[in-house]
């Protein structure tokens, strides 16, 4: 089985600021672990996905991610958050994606922008 | 291409009543997915489809129903909507085993149908 957790429903930062957000993963197999991002009253955009090609993930926006195994982490940060960020963020977990690839998602942080 | 489409945009229902919700992809993706979000609760899996005339119940099935009889369209159905049911639905499609996995594709979400049940 497959889940994730979010830590913190909510996060605050400064524009130019640093933003962590934290993901924890669960899965009894090999994870495929996504970072989507929802503005208000839209869809899901992808932003990127770790496929065990590499641990750390480079996404769109400047976002990046790092696959960590023995912390079953998969955090997503960017250097500098701009105001355009603000926005809501969902972690989502898959395993073997032949039969289905149903996703598995968290319960999302709103990331709130600063000026 | 379009993507993946769903009508209506917004739904207001009252309690008892029945609708159908329609997903469309043009992508001719193989899996389809309902999901619906509520706050706090992330996206819960209602109800997915891997191939044209095939269903499963996701997590959350209860007081849906879904058909697939063409490749390009999911439906979902309340057959007697209960206050509860109040959401947002996301649909989503996935190209399938052709696609070589998620190191190849992902999964594509429609903009959502806001329903509201009185």
């Known amino acids: 089985a497959q889940s994730v957790t979010q830590l913190g429903s909510h996060v605050s930062v400064s524009e130019g600021a640093l933003v962590l957000l934290r993901c924890n993963y669960s899965?009894?197999?090999?994870?495929?672990l996504f970072w989507y991002v929802q503005y208000p009253n839209q869809g899901l955009q992808l932003l990127l996905k770790?496929?065990?090609?590499?641990?750390l993930v480079k996404g769109i926006n400047g976002f990046e991610a790092e696959f960590k195994k023995s912390e079953t982490s998969f955090h997503l940060t960017k250097p500098s958050a701009h105001m355009s960020d603000a926005a809501e963020y969902f972690c989502?977990?898959?395993?073997?994606?032949?039969?289905?690839?149903?996703?598995?998602f968290g319960t999302g942080t709103r990331l709130t922008v600063i000026p | 291409n379009a993507g993946v489409t769903q009508t209506p945009k917004f739904r207001v229902l009252k309690t008892g009543q029945s609708m159908t919700l329609l997903c469309a992809q043009d992508?001719?993706?193989?899996?389809m997915y309902w999901y619906r979000q509520d706050p706090g609760m992330g996206l819960r899996l209602i109800h997915y489809?891997?191939?044209?005339?095939?269903?499963a119940k996701g997590e959350v099935p209860d007081g849906y129903n879904v058909s697939r009889l063409k490749k390009q369209n999911f439906l979902l159905g309340l057959e007697s909507a209960a206050p509860s049911q109040t959401s947002v639905y996301f649909c989503?499609?996935?190209?399938?085993?052709?696609?070589?996995?998620?190191?190849?594709?992902?999964?594509?979400f429609g903009p959502g149908t806001r329903l509201t049940v009185l």
């Open positions: 989502a977990v898959s395993g073997d994606w032949t039969g289905a690839n149903n996703l598995f």
């Open positions: 899965s009894s197999v090999p994870p495929y």
């Open positions: 770790y496929t065990s090609a590499a641990t």
């Open positions: 992508m001719n993706h193989e899996y």
């Open positions: 489809s891997v191939g044209e005339g095939t269903t």
């Open positions: 989503a499609s996935f190209p399938g085993r052709a696609s070589g996995g998620p190191q190849l594709d992902t999964q594509y």
